[in-house]
């Protein structure tokens, strides 16, 4: 399984945009354990606004899109609601029926178009890692609790 970690990053430097990314890999293979077959695709790690290692936005663009194509699971932190890049992923993300989980976290007003693409919108990260880990890897959907 690979979840794609989705979320603005313009206006962050390099240590912010990692930060919550992984914090929630850290926790996740916490819940999971380490010897697990779900991988991570943390984009600050290949493109970043900060480090300009591309020589163009397309390129930065249709490789994340591409990882996002072949994500299983999308997580999606609503941290900047209006980040432009954060809504194309959540679309192509829906367009590819590949099943997103927001978090809203600050209660920020999103877009009624980005509620509805995503599953599920949880509150916190913690309840994001409860919901992946039961919904998605132990299978376990109907003991689920909030």
């Not at 697990?36 to 930065?60: G, I």
Request: proline share 5%; aromatic share 12%; with cysteine.
């Amino acid at each position: 399984m690979i979840v794609y970690l989705s979320g603005g990053m313009s206006g962050l430097n390099y240590k912010e945009q990692l930060a919550w990314r992984n914090k929630f890999i850290k926790n996740m293979l916490f819940r999971i354990g380490v010897n697990t077959d779900v991988k991570f695709f943390n984009p600050p790690l290949y493109y970043s606004p900060n480090q300009p290692y591309h020589n163009n936005e397309r390129e930065v663009m249709e490789y994340e899109l591409d990882r996002l194509r072949k994500s299983d699971v999308v997580i999606v932190n609503f941290n900047m609601p209006k980040s432009i890049g954060t809504a194309m992923e959540v679309a192509v993300a829906r367009e590819n029926r590949i099943p997103i989980i927001g978090v809203n976290e600050l209660n920020k007003s999103l877009h009624p178009w980005l509620v509805e693409s995503c599953l599920r919108i949880c509150g916190t990260m913690d309840e994001a890692e409860k919901y992946l880990t039961d919904y998605f890897l132990l299978g376990r959907g109907t003991k689920y609790k909030v």
